[in-house]
């Protein structure tokens, strides 16, 4: 159990009446980042290269799309009606990644390569520095399929931890709040990944799946504290780095890097934050993009302890399932809380907006969770300007969009209607 600190309500208060009026709402980090990172170079190049290492295994267990089992996702310049007054504005398209159409593909899928890794080589399956295309071999499948992990989900890490254990012929027990959307349960059920269903929020839902997989001996994947999440998702830098360089750009103190994040309990914008910040130093300026209706990281910067929305009187019940999480990771925080310049809550109804504009012009299939970090364009600029601390004109700015591409038609066309 997390040892819980008590928030300072009184200084809370002008930020939750204004989430509570479902308003656009900023925290700007008053204070300069520190120079220092809490990531190592090591952690990162050693999950590149785990990363590199199965690229013929996942092309060989997907192969639609004819890529070649590299997790890597297009960075396109935005068509200039997508947003007209903002400047160098690229879409970090991760909702086109291969395997689970999200962001997930790199924090979960690191966890689970890692994983199978440990597994294999303990299990003999592997003998340490073989290559992993070892575990295509049929006796080697056969063995996997001993392997079981467990994980606990809003929706799109069940779906890709679950999809891709499976695809290696691991058991995959995926535990979902009985609000997650109907076709990644069917999805998962299809492929024959066994889904548990909970009443309760998502902290009670990760709750019971630790206690179901401490009880199983199975594998947890821990949403709320992990590294190897993290160090997956950190891994994303170096790729826009090198994509930022091909469009010329090389971002210094003249020209920053704002990258707008959209963030459930931290994992994936923490990492990509650390990845940044290792590579670009002070030069990059990180903003954490939630719901107003499930706000925990900007409430846990604002406040400087770890808090649950719960407590605060605040729903969680966004249309984002990728972001409704009541509590930021307290790993995530530890690790980059003093990286993060600015959070940004942004209303439902905006990220409808915009996902209907993404889909206007650019063609992209966003998921709301997605479409948060282009609603968070607007409020930022505002509050920077309103802070007298307005961003040079040379600024770049890099929307992760975080998944959409998988949703099947129906879904899509009533996020469209709505
Ligand atoms: C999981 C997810 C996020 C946020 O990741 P966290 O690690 O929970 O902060 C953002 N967008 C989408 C689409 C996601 O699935």
Redesign the pocket.
Known sequence: MQNELIPDLQALSPWIERLRRDLPTVWLRPEAPPSATSLSVLEVEAAKARFRRFEPVLAALFPQGGWEGRIASPLIAADPRLAPDVAHLYLKA??ELPMTG???AR?GVHELLCWLEDYATAEGILTPGESPTKLLEPTARARLSNGRIVVAS????GF?IGLVARAFGCAAQIHMSRDAKAWKKARLRDIGAEVVEHDGDYAETVARARTAAASDGAYFVD?ENSRR?FVG?AAAADELADQLAGAGIFPSADRPLVVY???????????ITAGLRLRFGTAVVPVFVEPTLAPC?LLALASGDLVSINDLGISGQTI????A?PKA?PL?LSLIADDVAAAVAVSDADMLTWVERAWRHGGLRL?P??A?ALAALAPLRDALTAAARELPAGTVHVA?L???SLLPDDEFSALLRS
Do not use: I, Q
């Not at 963030?263 to 990492?271: D, E, T, Y």
């Open positions: 991760d909702g999200s962001v997930k924090g809003t929706g799109n890490l890709s949403d999440l998702y994040l959209p963030c459930g309990v931290g994992g994936a914008p923490g990492g990281f984002a399932d990728g972001l999480v990771s995530v998921e969770s997605a948060a992760w975080t998944g959409g």
